[in-house]
């Protein structure tokens, strides 16, 4: 699969069974992920991963700080949870944004690579993501933000994938140069 297959052909799968990736291929994916932009260098992250048994104790904390039972059974949904740990670092050049911005590329990477190797996944958030049950089960210091996880496993095989439209992409792009302005506006594209 070519760069803009993989990136025009991945969608957010809801729907993961088992397998999921071993370890050592998580972490061959991930350390190819983490090669995103990251001015700094900081790697202003870290990933928890949750499988088997874990995966109920992340959904008793969600329980338990909902108050909704039917929470407890949401992290059972994918075989592999990753969880997704921002740790902004403060006093530094880079600004907190752009630390943000280097985590959410990373994250976006390693849909990609999982995407590209068969594997689906899906980048799930919700209002529960600052709670205190959550952040004490995950052991998250008080520095740091939980962005969510991405659950991956195995497609089911008979999801219907939903196609993307495309935009005008012309409405989304501008320039000081009015030459390219004309351009665009003539024939979507640069000549």
Do not use: C
């Not at 874990?54 to 994918?78: F, M």
């Not at 590329?105 to 995407?115: E, T």
């Not at 980048?123 to 962005?147: M, N, Q, V, Y």
Request: hydrophobic fraction near 40%; avoid cysteine.
């Amino acid at each position: 699969m070519n760069p803009i297959q993989a990136i025009v052909s991945r969608r957010s799968v809801a729907r993961l069974t088992a397998p999921a990736p071993a370890d050592h291929e998580l972490m061959l994916l991930v350390e190819k992920a983490a090669t995103a932009p990251d001015h700094g260098l900081l790697r202003p992250w870290r990933l928890i991963v949750i499988r088997g048994e874990a995966r109920r104790i992340v959904g008793s904390a969600l329980a338990a700080d909902t108050g909704d039972d039917r929470d407890a059974g949401k992290p059972l949904r994918a075989p592999l949870l990753v969880t997704i740990v921002f740790q902004p670092q403060a006093g530094r050049k880079v600004a907190e944004w752009e630390q943000l911005a280097a985590t959410s590329a990373m994250v976006q990477n390693l849909s990609l690579l999982l995407h590209i190797r068969g594997w689906g996944s899906i980048w799930r958030t919700g209002p529960h993501l600052d709670k205190p049950a959550i952040r004490e089960a995950l052991g998250l210091a008080e520095s740091e933000r939980l962005l969510g996880w991405l659950y991956i496993g195995t497609p089911e095989p008979h999801q219907r994938v939903v196609r993307r439209p495309s935009m005008d992409v012309r409405t989304r792009v501008s320039s000081l140069d009015e030459t390219l302005d004309q351009s665009l506006d003539q024939s979507g594209a640069r000549s």
